[in-house]
């Protein structure tokens, strides 16, 4: 299925998609809401990146993805030439539909696009589907790049070489 991927532009959108990540992170347990309610705001976002998402034929937003702005604020695994991107999340009712994988292939485009080398992400060890996806697209798990995250938990870096 192909999965069209476009930046969010105005406010229900953006509303759609923080709605969308705080019910993936905070319902699978990846987040607290307290976190949630800090982290999750449009206004660092779009200080962060810009917020790329995947609607279904509604038009309701069921995938989004932070493609990180080089160096920006947001950034914390990526190295010189290397891409990142956060945050990943796919409506419960709409996965195994390819709109993960479309996500992150708009950040490997927009990536090379940009020049990258490399396009690097970090994610918790508790999210094996995320993991499997990334490795499917040619992620490779880099433990040497792990990080504990202040918040208690373990930062498992992947990588694509572009």
């Not at 969010?8 to 992170?25: F, P």
Request: net charge neutral; charged share 25%.
């Amino acid at each position: 299925m192909h999965t069209p991927i476009s930046p969010a532009h105005d406010d229900l959108e953006w509303e759609q998609a923080i709605r969308l990540l705080k019910r993936v992170y905070v319902g699978d347990g990846y987040s607290t809401a307290d976190r949630a309610k800090i982290f999750m705001q449009r206004g660092s976002f779009e200080a962060g990146g810009e917020m790329l998402l995947a609607r279904d034929y509604t038009g309701t937003v069921v995938g989004a993805v932070l493609h990180l702005h080089p160096n920006g604020p947001l950034a914390q695994v990526a190295r010189d030439g290397e891409a990142e991107f956060r945050v990943l999340a796919v409506a419960p009712e709409a996965r195994g539909q390819g709109i993960g994988e479309a996500l992150v292939n708009a950040c490997v485009q927009r990536a090379r696009a940009a020049g990258a080398t490399a396009v690097a992400l970090w994610s918790q060890p508790t999210m094996p589907a995320a993991h499997r996806l990334y490795e499917r697209l040619g992620f490779v798990r880099l433990p040497e790049r792990d990080e504990d995250d202040p918040r208690g938990f373990k930062r498992w870096v992947f990588r694509k070489v572009l």
